[in-house]
């Protein structure tokens, strides 16, 4: 089993930044991608960003530009650092990972205030 903690939401003005870092444990063997999603209310969850193992990255349209994913293979974490943040940023941000299954983190609440 693995478990995944996220830290690192919050509230932010707009044009700010913050940084998320997601950390698994648990009995890990190998961890394929990683990335995040968010939902934002009222809507369906999406795809923010993702890095494979190789460090290759894709970011939805949204985000590109702006938000940065990052891993930590020897620690088993990723990280997204978010820039320019707008207020439709505003969401839930969930981390997961392939390990070989998918596992979620809990989520983590980030705000962007106008």
């Known amino acids: 089993q693995v478990q995944l903690a996220e830290s690192g939401g919050g509230l932010v003005q707009a044009g700010g930044s913050l940084r998320l870092s997601c950390a698994a444990s648990?009995?890990?063997?190998?961890?394929?991608?990683m990335g995040w999603h968010r939902q934002a209310p009222g809507k369906a969850r999406e795809l923010v960003a993702y890095i494979t193992r190789g460090g290759t990255t894709n970011y939805a349209d949204s985000v590109k530009g702006r938000f940065t994913i990052s891993r930590d293979n020897a620690k088993n974490t990723v990280s997204l650092q978010m820039n320019s943040l707008k207020p439709e940023d505003t969401a839930v941000y969930y981390c997961?990972?392939?390990?070989?299954?998918?596992?979620w983190g809990q989520g983590t609440q980030v705000t962007v205030s106008s």
């Open positions: 648990g009995s890990i063997f190998s961890i394929g991608a």
């Open positions: 997961y990972m392939l390990a070989p299954s998918v596992y």
